[in-house]
């Protein structure tokens, strides 16, 4: 556990990524100590859900986005949060509802 953190429990708050900001410079993968954050291709049907704009600026970035296949991990340092140039990333508290 980082300084940072604010949480004891692992994944009770989780990083939320907004596809429409999301330009996968992946600095969230680099900051991140608990390895929560992969760049990937940006699934189809997100790209379909995007504006006009939010698809010419997702064909320009390569079709790269943030994915947090390890969001269970998330220990709430609020690091990506701070990284991200794109302030594509929230924090929010996880229900399983
Ligand atoms: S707040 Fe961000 S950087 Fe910190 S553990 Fe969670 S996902 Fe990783």
Redesign the pocket.
Known sequence: MTEQ?KSTTPGEIR?IVDAARCEGKAE?VV????N??EVVTLPAEIYRSLSLIGKLKARAHGMKTAA?PR?D?????????AACPEKA?K?QRHTTD
Do not use: E
């Open positions: 953190c990083p969230c900051v991140c100590p608990y929560v954050f947090t969001a991990q998330c220990l709430n340092c609020g690091l990506c949060v990333i924090l």
